[in-house]
């Protein structure tokens, strides 16, 4: 069956580190894949979006790579900041929809 | 300009009570998708519209959910009967073109709780 997997378990790091999350996808073959930013009680916001065809993606403190051969993107912030806490929801496309993970959530203390 | 918005934010009803949630699209946005998020799982797909049309409703759960956007404006949701397993929270997201992969922007989210 087609599954999405993120580590479940919260990430904690100190302010300043890199934060490295994890989406392994299983039984899909997709042509984009999105990284959401989750505050609570809000709606998912969209951060980076990455192609197929792309290893690599960047915006200001955050990096994106996506391997198709391991069916596997990393989420990287660099220079981690206490309000970069918030849940990450990794997302494929597929057709009109997106099919998501269940979030990582991180947490950057002082 | 104004982003997605859904009406209410929360709702607790009893079982076999209807609800109807609301959702406002950015303005201009052709695409409005529904999702739902249940407890301690991943946000799912539930349908798209394209303007007043459903493109894709192969998520909606069973024939209790209703899903309307009459003048491919703002959108409805509506659950009845209710059961206890449709608490969650239910996004509404919008996009502007046809084309993937498009921006999904998405609204705060209903809170409903059927007890």
């Known amino acids: 069956s087609q599954k999405i997997e993120q580590n479940s378990e919260a990430l904690n790091i100190q302010e300043g580190k890199t934060a490295t999350l994890t989406c392994n996808y299983t039984?899909?073959?997709?042509?984009?894949l999105q990284w959401y930013r989750q505050d609570p009680g809000r709606g998912p916001v969209f951060l980076l979006l990455?192609?197929?065809?792309?290893k690599e993606k960047r915006k200001e403190r955050l990096k994106v790579t996506f391997d198709t051969t391991l069916k596997q993107s990393l989420f990287h912030i660099t220079a981690s900041q206490p309000a970069d806490s918030a849940t990450y929801l990794c997302a494929l496309i597929n057709t009109d929809k997106l099919i998501f993970g269940t979030g990582t959530r991180l947490q950057v203390f002082p | 300009e104004a982003g997605v918005t859904q009406f209410p934010s929360h709702s607790v009803i009893e079982k076999g009570q209807t609800v109807t949630l609301r959702c406002d699209p950015i303005s201009g946005h052709d695409n409005l998708y529904w999702y739902r998020r249940v407890m301690g799982k991943e946000i799912k797909f539930l349908l798209h519209?394209?303007?007043?049309?459903?493109?894709?409703e192969s998520g909606m759960p069973n024939n209790r959910f209703l899903a309307e956007r009459t003048g491919g404006t703002y959108s409805t949701l509506k659950v009845q009967p209710a059961e206890l397993e449709d608490s969650g929270v239910y996004f509404c997201?919008?996009?502007?073109?046809?084309?993937?992969?498009?921006?999904?922007?998405f609204g705060p989210g209903t809170r409903l709780l059927v007890l």
């Open positions: 990455i192609r197929e065809n792309e």
């Open positions: 519209f394209v303007k007043e049309s459903k493109q894709d």
């Open positions: 997201a919008s996009s502007q073109g046809l084309k993937p992969p498009e921006t999904q922007y």
């Open positions: 039984n899909y073959s997709p042509a984009y």
